[in-house]
């Protein structure tokens, strides 16, 4: 193996974005897939990583083993489904392979673990790997700074109809984002509800507004509504691969760190 060789174990290899994984992977020569794992109950097993995706074959076949997937890997991504990661973060220890972790959804349990499993092993945790939401979150950050509480925030957020999860993990990213910016905290400030007589906005609230339906992959807007104008600043994604983009970019970034919990915002150096 070279040097600049980047051998990538995807788990969870068989959902939208594994088959986004793969095509990011093909778009830079010194990456390959070395291992795939999916669901014990998933019918791609024993098969190649492509069958649930098409294209060529890649000689990789998938297990529902992860200690099996990592075998010979430099870095794991993991965009499997919440309940899976728990067991590939173990699997990830064990193996002391870095790991970038896109899965959303995560309980406080789940990212606890990955918190103690981060002394061990380094590892990027993003709710999103987009280049351009982190740009966003550092934007609305900067923006949360400079108006002061006159200014209303409101995020709203629009996913496919098959999400399971809401608000988004990216909608509380920029969430967190935007009270870091004011110095308060989103428990205690963010709004989350809304039905009947909610009575007047309360000031300095931080508001969220969620859209399921369709194929949407993903649209998000931070909008600081003040008296006679308003800032609006948007991201809206048309094809899951640069999702996958930025996970590979962070794959890249994680080899040879020293063990801690990043974020893609330590990846682009915005922090």
Same mark, same amino acid.
């Given at each position: 193996?070279?040097?600049?060789?980047?051998? =990538?174990?995807? *788990?969870?290899?068989?959902?939208?974005?594994?088959? &986004?994984?793969?095509?990011?992977?093909? /778009?830079?020569?010194?990456?390959?897939?070395?291992?795939?794992?999916?669901?014990?109950?998933?019918?791609?097993?024993?098969?190649?990583?492509?069958?649930?995706?098409?294209?060529?074959?890649?000689?990789v076949?998938?297990?529902?083993?992860?200690? =099996?997937?990592?075998?010979?890997?430099?870095? %794991? =991504?993991?965009? %499997?489904l919440?309940?899976?990661?728990? !067991?590939? *973060?173990?699997?990830c220890?064990?193996?002391?392979?870095?790991?970038?972790?896109?899965?959303?959804?995560?309980?406080?349990?789940?990212?606890?673990?990955?918190?103690?499993?981060?002394?061990?092993?380094?590892?990027v945790?993003?709710?999103?790997?987009? @280049?351009?939401?982190? *740009?966003?979150?550092?934007?609305?950050?900067?923006?949360?700074?400079?108006?002061?509480?006159?200014?209303?925030? /409101?995020?709203?957020?629009?996913?496919?109809?098959?999400?399971?999860?809401?608000?988004?993990?990216?909608?509380?990213?920029?969430?967190?984002? @935007? &009270?870091?910016?004011?110095?308060?905290?989103?428990?205690?400030?963010? @709004?989350?509800?809304?039905?009947?007589?909610?009575?007047?906005?309360?000031?300095?609230?931080i508001?969220f507004?969620?859209?399921?339906?369709?194929?949407?992959?993903?649209?998000?807007? @931070?909008?600081?509504?003040?008296?006679?104008?308003?800032? /609006?600043l948007?991201?809206?994604?048309?094809?899951?691969?640069?999702?996958?983009?930025?996970?590979?970019? !962070?794959?890249?970034? =994680?080899?040879?760190?020293? %063990?801690?919990?990043?974020?893609?915002?330590?990846?682009?150096? *915005?922090?």
């Amino acid at each position: 193996m070279s040097a600049t060789e980047l051998p =990538i174990a995807i *788990l969870g290899v068989t959902g939208r974005m594994g088959g &986004a994984l793969l095509r990011a992977l093909d /778009e830079i020569p010194f990456a390959r897939l070395i291992g795939a794992s999916a669901s014990a109950t998933s019918r791609w097993l024993n098969q190649d990583a492509s069958a649930a995706h098409g294209g060529a074959s890649r000689g990789v076949t998938v297990t529902s083993d992860a200690a =099996i997937a990592l075998r010979g890997a430099r870095v %794991a =991504i993991d965009f %499997a489904l919440p309940d899976a990661t728990p !067991a590939n *973060l173990r699997a990830c220890v064990e193996a002391q392979c870095p790991m970038v972790i896109g899965t959303t959804g995560l309980s406080d349990d789940v990212r606890s673990q990955i918190a103690a499993a981060a002394k061990q092993i380094p590892v990027v945790l993003s709710a999103n790997m987009s @280049v351009g939401v982190n *740009l966003l979150m550092k934007l609305s950050e900067l923006a949360a700074k400079a108006l002061d509480t006159r200014y209303d925030i /409101e995020i709203f957020e629009a996913h496919h109809r098959n999400k399971k999860d809401a608000p988004s993990g990216t909608a509380l990213a920029l969430g967190e984002s @935007v &009270a870091a910016g004011r110095g308060v905290s989103l428990k205690e400030v963010g @709004v989350f509800e809304r039905h009947g007589d909610t009575g007047a906005r309360k000031l300095g609230s931080i508001g969220f507004s969620v859209f399921r339906g369709g194929d949407v992959i993903g649209d998000h807007t @931070v909008t600081f509504a003040g008296v006679g104008e308003r800032l /609006e600043l948007s991201h809206r994604a048309s094809d899951r691969v640069m999702f996958a983009r930025g996970a590979i970019r !962070a794959a890249q970034w =994680i080899v040879g760190r020293p %063990a801690g919990l990043y974020s893609m915002q330590d990846v682009l150096g *915005l922090k």
